[in-house]
């Protein structure tokens, strides 16, 4: 059996309100501007990339968007 807790009236000394400083849920979801694109990908690309999104319980298509994002921002970073 659990320890039961017992409380006491004892001063709880300094006590500091800290100010909210969590955003709102709302500011949590970053939407981007999407645009939509036909591409075609080599077959074993594809596999992979659903292969480890399965892995990743993601979406394959949005690890692909990811690397591609990485790959402007590290070129765009020099200019």
């Known amino acids: ?11 709880l000394g ?3 309100i ?6 709102p849920p709302e500011a ?3 939407r981007k501007d999407k645009v939509k694109v036909t591409l075609e990908l080599n ?5 992979f990339f659903k292969r480890e999104a399965r892995k990743q319980k993601t979406s394959y298509q949005k690890m692909i ?15």
Request: a positive charge; charged letters at 40%; proline letters at 5%.
């Open 1 to 11: 059996m659990r320890k039961k807790i017992r409380y006491t009236d004892e001063p």
């Open 14 to 16: 300094r006590i500091r």
């Open 18 to 23: 800290i100010e909210d400083f969590l955003p």
């Open 28 to 30: 949590l979801v970053l």
């Open 43 to 47: 077959k074993g690309s594809i596999d």
């Open 65 to 79: 968007r990811e690397v591609v994002d990485i790959y402007v921002s590290h070129f765009q970073e020099g200019r």
